[in-house]
């Protein structure tokens, strides 16, 4: 099966309060881990990233009810958390939950080929399911990095991966677990290359 792995929304306004502020190394720590192992494995990894113009043309409903703009283009909020390893890694902007709704995403996975999806990031509840959501219906398997995600509401969390898991056949796999699928999905190439480090 071929893979790839979704970083949902790792950048600083995310992180600014609580719960997620006292998480955020872990959870870094979580998709750096997860980004080395696709490396190592071959396997592509895209960086999600939410964006909207000052203008209020990109804002969701909730934002414009309210008159208040979030995670404007170019600004601090904007920017991956210190210690991301994503810089030599493609990235797509969305304006919504979902990582399919209004981007170029599925185009991009279908350019390479994928079949299944790894997602890790934030928030469990919302982003990361709304677009593991999304990926069901475009027909895309779904693995869940749980060492590589966290929530602002972790019940809401556990109850939504809970029914996405057991509705989607979604799995919520260790970071142990994913490394043995990555490895296991290795191009022939890649593992003899690793076999040579290692030599």
């Known amino acids: 099966m071929n893979t790839a792995v979704l970083i949902i929304d790792m950048q600083n306004a995310f992180f600014e309060a609580e719960p997620l502020a006292s998480q955020q190394d872990r959870v870094v720590t ?59 890694l493609p990235r797509v902007v969305k304006i919504r939950d979902s990582a399919f709704v209004a981007t170029d995403l599925l185009l ?11 997602l890790a990031g934030v928030a469990s509840h919302n982003c990361v399911a709304q677009t593991a959501a999304d990926a069901f219906a475009h027909n895309f398997h779904v693995v869940y990095a749980v060492d590589a995600m966290a929530s602002t509401d972790e019940h809401a969390a556990d109850e939504v991966l809970a029914v996405l898991s057991a509705e989607y056949r979604q799995p919520q796999l260790s970071a142990a ?15 003899t290359a690793q076999t040579k480090e290692r030599s």
Do not use: Y
Not at 51 to 78: N, P, V
Not at 108 to 118: C, K, Y
Not at 181 to 188: E, G, I, K, V, Y
């Open 108 to 118: 991009r996975l279908r350019n390479w080929n994928v079949d299944r999806l790894i």
């Open 177 to 191: 677990e994913i490394r043995d699928l990555l490895a296991s999905n290795a191009s022939p190439t890649t593992e």
């Open 30 to 88: 979580g998709c750096n881990e997860l980004i080395r192992a696709a490396r190592e494995s071959g396997t592509k990894v895209m960086m999600v990233c939410t964006e909207h113009e000052r203008d209020k043309s990109t804002w969701t409903l909730s934002m414009l009810d309210d008159d208040q703009g979030f995670i404007f283009s170019g600004s601090e909020q904007a920017q991956f958390v210190p210690g991301l390893d994503w810089h030599d």
